[in-house]
């Protein structure tokens, strides 16, 4: 298992860096081709979302990106570690996944402890006009970006609080090619 690394700065131009880098370590990673358009999209949305943040709370702190492939924890991880769990599959074997993490730093809006982050994202999508936040799309909530993304990507994790959201998405792993006599 390799885990990949990304700190950018709470910059716009820094979002395009982290979506070519996410799809050139999934194609690595083995990722079905068909996957590589979502797994950039799903990261370009999480990484503006955490840049908006950022230029609203604290312009100066770095945003984190982790990219991970495989199913073993890590050393030193425990049970409750940031290494993507084995998914059950249909045949009883697990499958392997493709994990990206977006840290940022910005408070998060609703972190009085909201039971499910992501259906309190998919209430409100729409705004009224006078209500169109900083840089947002006229109409749509900032937290339309979090309900695409949930869209996007296999399995999704949105952890607010007070010192900022953790966006966890993963995807399985394309399988390997059998080289049996069936394969020919």
């Keep these: 298992m390799a885990t990949i690394t990304l700190t950018i700065s709470a910059l716009p131009a820094h979002v395009r860096t982290a979506r070519l880098m996410a799809a050139t370590v999934a194609r690595r990673a083995g990722i079905a081709a068909a996957a590589i358009d979502e797994i950039r999209l799903a990261v370009g949305e999480a990484c503006s979302r955490a840049v908006a943040a950022h230029k609203v709370h604290c312009p100066t702190q770095p945003i984190l990106l ?107 792993m394309a399988a390997e090619q059998s080289h049996g006599p069936s394969s020919n």
């Design 66 to 172: 982790q990219m991970t492939d495989g199913t073993k924890a890590a050393p030193g991880r425990g049970p409750e570690g940031d290494a993507p769990a084995p998914a059950p599959h249909a045949n009883g074997h697990a499958v392997q996944r493709f994990e990206v993490v977006v840290s940022d730093r910005a408070p998060a809006k609703d972190a009085d402890g909201a039971a499910d982050p992501v259906n309190s994202v998919l209430d409100g999508l729409f705004l009224d006009s006078e209500d169109t936040p900083p840089g947002g799309i006229s109409g749509f909530s900032p937290g339309l970006g979090l309900a695409v993304i949930t869209g996007l990507a296999d399995e999704v994790r949105i952890d607010p609080s007070d010192q900022g959201t953790v966006v966890r998405m993963s995807w399985p």
